[in-house]
């Protein structure tokens, strides 16, 4: 029987069409002013543009996504600035239908109940992968609620572990708190299934599960993930209606300054009316992020006010509760994009306590990450890697939850293609990601008191 090919992803129903995303690079702090401010004045303005990256400093580019008829005078303003910048995407609307086109035809060739992980899945076909993954290895894996969404939807972590007559140090893995970002679920999906195939390695590096215990939330915003099938590829945040914001923003008279005029108006943006960044919704320097409805990294009216950052702190809580206030071995949040593997702090420049032992974790994951596919990662603090990023929920584990290894992971590509990210990459980008998840749990491991992985001494990670 041929797949079902419902629920193939809306894309933009047309809506992107025309769309561009540059690549602009400053190469002075006046300039990243300038982005900066272009940025926080962009959902004030009649122009809609989707900023894919923020401005952070000197000679790194931003990505952003600018509709046709904003394109000529954006670009203007770019050139007066001095500014280089380059055209990554020429029609976004395009690669949305590549994207549907890519899937249509894998799944023109399956049966419906064949699991393909070579695709993007919507959420309803994880929910079913789940199920099975849940009923077919009971003795591996269970299902911890977590909370519900706004739109009623569950928030459900896999608990994957191996009986033991001992209380084994646990790891958390969340995937998919910002919606768009489609090759972050299909790595946490991965993880799933290599613990489960190597539970009987007698490979140590490979059998995890003889040691660790896993919480693994795949889809940690449901609502904000269904949206961007359905709706809006591009967005972001969850879906909770602001209360009291119009969904039209005010006027702004343009963009000034030393490099001249702008342009003013008003822009009709949903994202005024709805959704919450659930990543700057956690209590760790709260009051510093954007208090901006219309922005996508709006960080709410308080902290923990949204289900899917309750979720993550329930997760946390259970943890502790079950393991241990010292036995969370490490707290991981995978993104897209980028290629960064990224410690405490996001929220400012001051490097932590455990600064040494962070990068050289990081740099033993990201090695091996590069051992898989040549993929390069660029590893650091958050702040210095990208940007100051307030309510973090690894700053929040770090700092708040004394989780010692908290990471964030920025996966595929470096820009190319972005959020739009071929399914052509998503095996080779979900298989270096474990083999990075793999090395920091070895790296780590002593600190935890394991001292051999299946019965034999933790080996030397060798790379080549």
């Not at 309803?124 to 009971?138: M, N, P, Q």
């Amino acid at each position: 029987m041929l797949a079902s090919v419902q629920g193939l992803p809306a894309g933009g129903g047309g809506q992107y069409r025309g769309y561009q995303v540059l690549s602009i690079t400053p190469d002075t702090a006046d300039q990243v002013s300038w982005l900066a401010m272009m940025k926080d004045n962009s959902s004030d303005t009649e122009c809609n543009t989707d900023w894919w990256s923020e401005p952070s400093k000197p000679g790194v580019s931003v990505a952003v996504s600018i509709a046709p008829e904003c394109l000529d005078s954006i670009e203007d303003l770019v050139k007066e600035t001095g500014m280089d910048y380059n055209v990554t995407i020429v029609d976004l609307e395009n690669l949305i239908e590549e994207e549907k086109s890519y899937r249509f035809l894998v799944l023109l060739h399956k049966a419906a109940e064949d699991w393909t992980p070579e695709i993007y899945h919507n959420l309803r076909e994880i929910e079913r992968r789940t199920d099975w993954l849940v009923s077919t290895y009971s003795h591996l894996v269970s299902r911890q609620n977590l909370g519900t969404t706004h739109e009623g939807r569950k928030i459900e972590a896999l608990v994957v572990r191996e009986e033991a007559s001992v209380t084994k140090p646990v790891i958390w893995l969340d995937c998919g708190i910002h919606a768009r970002e489609w090759v972050s679920p299909p790595a946490c999906l991965h993880a799933i299934d290599k613990l489960i195939e190597n539970s009987n390695s007698v490979d140590p590096r490979e059998n995890l599960l003889a040691v660790y215990d896993f919480y693994i939330l795949p889809v940690a915003n449901p609502d904000g993930y269904v949206y961007s099938w359905e709706s809006d590829r591009m967005w972001r945040k969850n879906r909770r209606p602001i209360s009291g914001q119009q969904s039209q923003a005010p006027a702004f008279s343009g963009w000034g300054g030393q490099w001249g005029g702008g342009f003013g108006g008003q822009q009709t943006s949903s994202k005024c009316g709805y959704g919450v960044d659930p990543n700057r919704n956690f209590p760790t320097n709260f009051n510093q992020g954007s208090d901006n409805p219309c922005d996508d990294s709006y960080h709410g009216d308080q902290p923990l006010s949204e289900p899917e950052s309750q979720a993550i702190q329930r997760g946390v809580q259970i943890m502790k509760s079950k393991y241990g206030e010292g036995n969370i071995a490490a707290f991981v949040s995978i993104h897209a994009y980028s290629q960064f593997w990224m410690s405490p702090f996001g929220y400012k420049k001051d490097h932590s306590k455990d600064y040494k032992d962070h990068m050289r974790v990081m740099k033993k994951s990201i090695d091996a990450l590069a051992s898989a596919y040549g993929t390069q990662f660029t590893y650091g603090p958050i702040s210095e890697v990208i940007y100051i990023a307030s309510g973090s929920s690894v700053d929040w584990a770090y700092e708040n939850s004394g989780i010692k290894y908290s990471f964030a992971l920025e996966l595929r590509d470096r820009g190319q293609k972005g959020f739009m990210l071929p399914q052509s990459q998503i095996q080779p980008t979900v298989q270096e990601t474990w083999a990075g998840l793999t090395a920091m749990a070895i790296a780590i491991a002593p600190e935890f008191g394991i001292t051999e992985f299946s019965g034999k001494p933790i080996p030397a990670i060798t790379f080549g």
